[in-house]
Antibody, heavy 120, light 107 residues
Framework: QVRLQESGPGLVKSSGTLSLTCAVS?????????WSWVRQSPGKGLEWIGE???????NYNPSLKSRVTISVDRSKNQFSLELTSVTAADTAMYYC?????????????WGQGTLVTVSS | DIEMTQSPSTLSASIGDRVTITCRAS??????LAWYQQKPGKAPKLLMY???SLESGVPSRFSGSGSGTEFTLTISSLNPDDFATYYC?????????FGQGTKVEIK
């Protein structure tokens, strides 16, 4: 049973960089091929941010692509999200999640989420 | 992007009621649709995938149907534990997109 736990600063200054980590436990991170980030804000609901493949290949939401980097550190059993040039619109609950398989991109594993507030 | 539209946004119902939530896609997604339940302060929980497949451990009072652009989630007899917000998600075409949610409230 895979367990996911997000961590990172809860407050980020406007124009700064949001950095979050998702720790994977219960199964080796290598047991899965894809790892994803999803966020949820009151104004926009659930929004898929992007995902990374075990090879390092990434797939980002075009709406965020210019500002997003997702990386994986297999030695630490974790993957990370960086979002640059943040604004108040990036204030949201951020979830890490794992899609069911290489072909079924629905999410059966979610972290508990971490709230990030962008301050001016 | 494929836009997912749920209706209604809010639904008031009583224990034992049959409840139906609709999700419409802006273009055909075949049957590549999932449904989630979310309670306050919690992550979404997977209920259904491939439009009508019930996730393991989810009560059989939940069912899903549809294909193409129109889908429904039905709760056959509303249980106190079912008061929550429900989301659909398409995974036919990246970027994967979600509906705006349907809140099921106590009448």
């Amino acid at each position: 049973q895979v367990r996911l736990q997000e961590s990172g600063p809860g407050l980020v200054k406007s124009s700064g960089t949001l950095s979050l980590t998702c720790a994977v436990s219960g199964d080796p991170i290598s047991s899965r091929n894809w790892w994803s980030w999803v966020r949820q804000s009151p104004g926009k609901g659930l929004e898929w941010i992007g995902e990374i493949f075990y090879s390092g290949a990434t797939n980002y939401n075009p709406s965020l692509k210019s500002r997003v980097t997702i990386s994986v550190d297999r030695s630490k059993n974790q993957f990370s999200l960086e979002l640059t040039s943040v604004t108040a619109a990036d204030t949201a609950m951020y979830y890490c999640a794992i899609p069911h398989s290489d072909y079924d991109y629905y999410y059966d594993y979610w972290g508990q989420g971490t709230l990030v507030t962008v301050s001016s | 992007d494929i836009e997912m539209t749920q209706s209604p946004s809010t639904l008031s119902a009583s224990i034992g009621d049959r409840v139906t939530i609709t999700c419409r896609a802006s273009q055909s997604i075949s049957r590549w649709l999932a449904w989630y339940q979310q309670k306050p302060g919690k992550a979404p929980k997977l209920l259904m995938y491939k439009a009508s497949s019930l996730e393991s451990g989810v009560p059989s009072r939940f069912s899903g149907s549809g294909s193409g652009t129109e889908f429904t989630l039905t709760i056959s007899s509303l249980n106190p534990d079912d008061f929550a917000t429900y989301y659909c998600q398409q995974y036919n075409t990246s970027p994967w997109t979600f509906g705006q949610g349907t809140k099921v409230e106590i009448k």
